[in-house]
């Protein structure tokens, strides 16, 4: 996510080639009606970001299936995300949404607004047979704003005579009995288990905790989508930025978005099969200064015209707001948590793509479980600083893990792969559940290493007895990160341990660690790379690099081991 705001989710600036958006656009055009506003009963109109969001959503490949198996819309609270929402469940209800067939020659066709010309493959949609669309939420108050928007489109639109509805305060249904239906479900509703929706939107899925049943709803309704045949079956969340202290589904979401995007950096045979359209303000966004909040929401709220920013500027400065609640809301920004080691946009600020050579001089750090924890080989660039990950095992999220564990011949071979390519002047490794193995590492490198972890041993980092030393470097790492000098790969899982570590207080001063015992938030390559960089510090310390090497080490305020 980069500080200069904007477009920061994967829609690409240009427009598909091959889309059914063109035709739900001419479709709302002329059955969908300004629900509420100033404009309320006058014809709908999009704004080029709706525009785009619609073609990229309804995007077709040359077999005529959606490119993308469902899509998020993250947006400032006011942009229009009900109103839009309202939009796409009526236009799954009533609109051409399935692929049909390729337009014949002279046939109309709605990419063409016109008869059908040229060599060109433009698709022509069709309505689904038996439309059941689903409005999903924690609570029928949720459901509430999208579903009123629903009503307003439609008593003032032609739509209700042609196509015969019947809008009732809580469903719209045919009036001739014809079996289709939209209708607010949430985790008490009787049709949320074993139902079988063509279209469902996720409404507020910031809110969508395990505590109020989001993520039991998300999971039933995605499990109903699955059952409709084709692919066509899809859910569109609409959230604002989720607080990542509450492990909602809008978090949940996110992070399967990135997972995905670090696929694609790494196979470029793989296309990312999910939407996800957010706009953000600038993280460096200076609130104090007005002016420079104005153009930030300006960022964040792109060609939404009809937002009142007077309004906006003045709750961001009631002293009753939270900052990290008026930067979710109005900033579209992802805030760490009050006890959050550092914040998730000074992390995003320091990932670099960057190669190390073959050769170079590094330093290892490595935080090692069996089963629950994740596993962690850390490597940082003795010269640069550079923090990339060699291996970060993690218990898979799937039914069938009950018993796993962490493949430790994968781990001896990412150390023996890494003193294999690089010059590795220096090995800390926790002991915690690895005593054997940190023992056979340190017999079989020692001659390698110029620094040793401790008078001792020349691996073994032993956490449990090195809570000070661990505790100054967590507090150097966490320094260096706010002040960027130094930079870390652009891999999710590294990332995200970076953004899951919270603060913890000690005597010696403040450490890093999970939010809990028992979360399954993780925070191991987090350790490991502060373990990492520690040992490059001594390396350092010990004249491995020439004083204009040193990067970001400040002389004069080291500290030793043993």
């Known amino acids: 996510m980069g500080s200069s705001g904007g477009q920061t989710g994967n829609l690409p600036h240009d427009l598909p080639d091959c889309t059914l958006g063109w035709g739900v656009l001419l479709w709302a055009t002329r059955y969908i009606v300004q629900p509420d506003g100033e404009r309320a009963g006058t014809q709908w109109r999009f704004t080029p970001e709706q525009v785009r969001f619609v073609l990229w959503l309804y995007a077709v490949d040359d077999r005529g299936r959606f490119v993308f198996n469902g899509a ?4 400032a609270k006011g942009w229009g995300k009900s109103p839009l929402a309202a939009l796409l469940c009526l236009a799954e209800f009533l ?27 433009h698709p022509i949609g069709k309505r689904v047979h038996s439309p059941w669309v689903q409005i999903a939420a924690t609570s029928y108050a949720q459901t509430a704003n999208t579903f009123q928007m629903i009503r307003g489109m439609v008593v003032a639109s032609p739509a209700v005579a042609d196509y015969g509805l019947d809008v009732g305060k809580t469903m719209v249904q045919f009036a001739s009995g014809r079996p289709g239906k ?26 969508w905790t395990e505590s109020s049943g989001g993520h039991h709803v998300a999971r039933t309704v995605r499990r109903n989508l699955g059952k409709i045949a084709g692919g066509g079956a899809r859910a569109v969340e609409i ?30 045979e793989y296309r990312v099969p999910y939407l996800y359209d957010c706009r953000e303000a600038p993280a460096d966004v200076d609130i104090a200064d007005e002016q420079d909040l104005r153009r930030a929401l300006r960022v964040a709220y792109g060609d939404s015209t009809w937002v009142d920013f007077d309004r906006i500027v003045a709750e961001v400065y009631d002293p009753r707001q939270p900052v990290e609640e008026a930067r979710r809301f109005f900033f579209n920004q992802i805030v760490a948590a009050s006890d959050a080691w550092v914040r998730p946009d000074q992390v995003d600020a320091i990932v670099e793509d960057r190669e190390i050579p073959d050769g170079a001089m590094i330093a290892l750090g490595f935080d090692g479980s069996k089963t629950v924890d994740a596993t962690a080989l850390i490597a940082c660039d003795i010269e640069t600083g550079h923090v990339w990950p060699l291996g970060i095992w993690e218990r898979p999220d799937s039914p069938d893990a009950q018993g796993w564990s962490v493949p430790t011949d994968e781990v001896t071979e990412a150390v023996r792969a890494a003193f294999e390519r690089w010059d590795v002047v220096a090995f800390f490794a926790d002991v915690a559940y690895w005593q054997s193995y940190v023992d056979t590492w340190a017999e079989q490198y020692r001659d390698r290493l110029a620094v040793r972890a ?46 899951n570590a919270r603060r913890r207080p000690n005597a010696f ?54």
């Open 72 to 75: 998020t819309l993250r947006r």
């Open 509 to 562: 001063g403040v450490g890093l660690g999970k939010e809990s015992r028992e979360s399954e938030r993780k925070v191991d390559a987090a350790v490991a790379m502060v373990i990492a960089r520690e040992a490059r510090r001594m390396a350092i310390e010990r004249g491995r690099l020439s004083e204009r090497n040193r990067g970001d080490e400040q002389p004069g305020v080291l500290f030793g081991f043993g």
């Open 182 to 207: 939209i209708e607010p479900v949430t985790s008490s509703s009787q049709s949320l288990e074993g139902g079988r929706p063509t279209f469902a939107i996720f409404e507020e899925t910031h809110h």
């Open 95 to 121: 609109g051409p949404v399935r692929f049909s067939h390729w337009a014949r020659p002279g046939e109309f066709c709605a990419t063409c607004v016109g008869p059908h010309s040229g060599d060109a493959l």
């Open 239 to 268: 959230t604002n930025a989720h607080d990542p202290s509450r492990h909602s589904v809008a978090q949940s979401t996110y992070e399967m978005y990135l997972a995905m995007q670090q696929r694609a950096a790494e196979d470029p």
């Open 454 to 499: 401790s008078a001792r041993h020349s691996v073994a980092f032993d956490m449990r007895g090195r809570l000070r030393d661990f505790t100054r470097a967590a507090e150097s790492t966490r320094a260096a990160i706010e002040e960027r000098t130094f930079t870390i790969a652009n891999d999710v899982r590294l990332i995200r341990h970076i953004k």
